[in-house]
């Protein structure tokens, strides 16, 4: 069987400010993690990286991939929900956003295998049509972390899982331990959507669809756990959906 090809998204946008000796002028550019192209290639799959294009190029795209890793990132803008910004809003990106959104819900619709991975797992809620909290300390206790200082190797709280979800049949277990960099999450759920992980104080940490296999997503970053088995069995999991 030929390794399967997982697109995975680029979501950071950030300014080179100080050109290098011989090297290129300053500008915007995007920016990707080597940890989700590891976590992908050491679960049997190709990572192909996807950069924000123009909404024409979608299916083409997809009719080469066979599944998306929708990546982490900055905070989603509340336009895409419909929402007005709250004032602690982070840096937001909303051409980016609507990429994003748009190469969810082309996939989903053909059936590809889908992981959402922190931003990522908020991007496939509201491609459903699922809303957000904008900004988690308005809604939680402070009794969880959820942009830790501590590494991301490091696992900072635990997450109850659904004992029957598909995201606790791949991690093996209804517990599991994560870390935590985010200032959004899921709030009201997307169609046909339910949340199957909360964290301590009640955030939703893990949502799949109820409709089809494998259009998931979780909170935390799972990239950065793969030398744990039960982590690398997420993205272990999503090559195998999509070699099938």
């Known amino acids: 069987m030929s390794r399967p090809l997982i697109g995975v998204t680029t979501s950071e946008v950030r300014r080179s400010d100080k050109p290098t000796d011989h090297g290129e002028p300053p500008q915007r550019e995007m920016t990707l993690g080597l940890t989700y192209l590891r976590a992908v290639e050491l679960a049997g799959g190709i990572p192909v990286v996807l950069p924000p294009l123009a909404a024409d190029t979608i299916e083409p795209l997809l009719a080469h991939l066979n599944g998306i890793c929708l990546s982490g990132g900055p905070d989603l803008h509340p336009g895409g929900y419909q929402a007005q910004p709250h004032p602690e809003l982070g840096p937001v990106w909303p051409w980016l956003d609507a990429f994003e ?37 308005d809604v939680t206790d402070g009794s969880v972390e959820h942009r830790q200082t501590a590494p991301a190797r490091r696992s900072t709280h635990d997450v109850r899982l659904d004992g029957g979800s598909a995201v606790a049949r791949a991690l093996g277990g209804s517990v599991t331990a994560v870390n935590s960099f985010h200032h959004q999450a ?43 088995p039960p982590h690398l069995a997420l993205f272990a999991d999503l090559v195998d959906a999509a070699a099938r």
């Not at 759920?189 to 109820?210: F, N, Q, W």
């Open 101 to 137: 959104i748009q190469l969810a819900r082309a996939a989903d619709e053909r059936g590809l295998p889908v992981l959402g991975i922190c931003r990522g797992a908020q991007a496939l809620n509201v491609a459903r049509g699922g809303t957000l909290f904008q900004h988690l300390p």
């Open 186 to 228: 899921v709030a009201e759920l997307g169609d046909r959507l339910r949340a199957t992980g909360h964290a301590p104080d009640g955030v939703i940490e893990a949502v799949e669809a109820t409709d089809r296999p494998h259009y998931r997503g979780v909170q935390w970053h799972a990239e950065t756990l793969v030398d744990r």
